[in-house]
Nanobody, 124 residues
Framework: QVQLVESGGGSVQAGGSLRLSCAVS????????MGWFRQVPGKEREGIAT???????NYAESVKGRFTVSKDNAKNTLYLQMNSLKPEDTAMYYC??????????????????WGPGTQVTVSS
């Protein structure tokens, strides 16, 4: 079992950058698949980035080329670097983990563990 806590959210102007962090505690998370999701009130949670245990990454079309997921094993932290932010990126952002690390996934249903979220607001 793992526990996840996101940080790094905040307010930024369009075109700016933010880096979100997800502190991970628990055993064997290096073998887990990890994901970043976001949700706007009244809408479904959207998977935007996923990282397989072997390092393979995949991104939603809405963020491809602008967002990058990375991992620091020594710090037990997953990151989401967000560049060229747009007002439509405004959302609550969540980190997620699942022990089925062999398959990446942008589907909410494929993750068992979730952080409480961090808010990102992008103004025009």
């Amino acid at each position: 079992q793992v526990q996840l806590v996101e940080s790094g959210g905040g307010s930024v102007q369009a075109g700016g950058s933010l880096r979100l962090s997800c502190a991970v505690s628990g055993n064997a998370w290096n073998t887990y698949r990890m994901g970043w999701f976001r949700q706007v009130p009244g809408k479904e949670r959207e998977g935007i980035a996923t990282r397989r245990s072997n390092g393979f990454t995949n991104y939603a079309e809405s963020v491809k080329g602008r967002f990058t997921v990375s991992k620091d094993n020594a710090k037990n932290t997953l990151y989401l670097q967000m560049n060229s932010l747009k007002p439509e990126d405004t959302a609550m952002y969540y980190c997620a983990a699942d022990p089925r690390g062999y398959m990446p996934s942008l589907s909410e249903a494929d993750y068992n563990y979730w952080g409480p979220g961090t808010q990102v607001t992008v103004s025009s």
